[in-house]
Nanobody
């Protein structure tokens, strides 16, 4: 089992930055690929970014490429999502997820554990 807790969400203005954190406990964090997903009101949950177990490989949705950066600190059992140049369309609940696989994946079905989510609201 892996327990995931997100933090760092909030209300910001268009063009601002936020850093989300996801802290894990339970199963060895460093063996898990991790990902961020988001869900806007009335929309399906979508992939944002993923990182392999070592941090050596990262993947991003086209909509956030160049603005968001995913990273992880294995000794701290924590993953981050640095979000810059935020836009109103980035408004969503952001979820972190952990996979028992080591390679990063962009599909929800690859992930076995999910956090409760943190709200990010970007005002125009």
């Amino acid at each position: 089992q892996v327990q995931l807790v997100e933090s760092g969400g909030g209300l910001v203005q268009d063009g601002s930055s936020l850093r989300l954190s996801c802290t894990a406990s339970g199963r060895t964090f460093s063996n898990c690929a991790m990902g961020w997903f988001r869900q806007a009101p009335g929309k399906e949950r979508e992939f944002v970014a993923a990182i392999s177990w070592s941090g050596g490989s990262t993947y991003y949705a086209d909509s956030v490429k160049g603005r968001f950066t995913i990273s992880r600190d294995n000794p701290k059992n924590t993953m981050y999502l640095q979000m810059n140049s935020l836009k109103p369309e980035d408004t969503a609940v952001y979820y972190c997820a952990a996979s028992t696989q080591r390679s990063a994946r962009a599909t929800m079905r690859a992930y076995d554990y999910w956090g409760q989510g943190t709200q990010v609201t970007v005002s125009s």
